[in-house]
Each structure stands twice: as C-alpha cells, then as structure tokens.
C-alpha cells in the first residue's frame, strides 16, 4: 500500500535517489497528493514517467539537474493534460 506525499516530500526523496544512485537505474512508486507516479531514470534521464497511468513522453538524456526537476513538477502539475 502506498503512502500519500506531498509534492515537497516527493522532490526530496527523488532527489536523495539520484544522488544516492548514480550511474544505476531507479525505479519509484508512490503516492503524490492523489497522483500513483511511477518513475524510471538514470542519474538525470527521465526514462519513463507515468502519472495516474497516464505516460508521459521520456525526457532528453543527460538534462541538467534543473531541467529534470522541472520536468517532474511540470509533470505532476500538468498531468491532466496528457
């Protein structure tokens, strides 16, 4: 069963993953304020992303650590739209 988290606490725990991972895959599951995420990634290679079962398109190898911060946010933030 999966713990519902806000946003903040979500950020911080993929973070901690990317850092504590590098050059491995992660996967994550949780709970986000309602949403199931499911996530997929290499250091900062967005592989896959889901969002309430809903994917989104994989992200460009070897963004920043910006650009994919920005992309979960606007993920989460947008799931909706896709």
């Known amino acids: 069963m999966l713990i ?3 946003l903040e606490d979500f950020m911080k ?7 504590d991972n590098k050059d491995k895959w992660v996967f994550v599951e949780k709970l986000v304020n309602g949403r199931h995420v499911k996530l997929k990634f290499y250091n900062t290679y967005l592989q896959i992303f889901t969002v ?6 994989s992200g ?15 993920g989460l933030q947008n799931a909706d739209c896709y």
């Open 13 to 19: 725990f993929v973070s901690s993953q990317r850092k």
């Open 52 to 57: 309430d079962n809903k994917r989104k398109e």
């Open 4 to 6: 519902n988290e806000t």
């Open 60 to 74: 460009t190898m070897n963004m920043t650590v910006k650009a994919f911060n920005t992309e979960l946010l606007e």
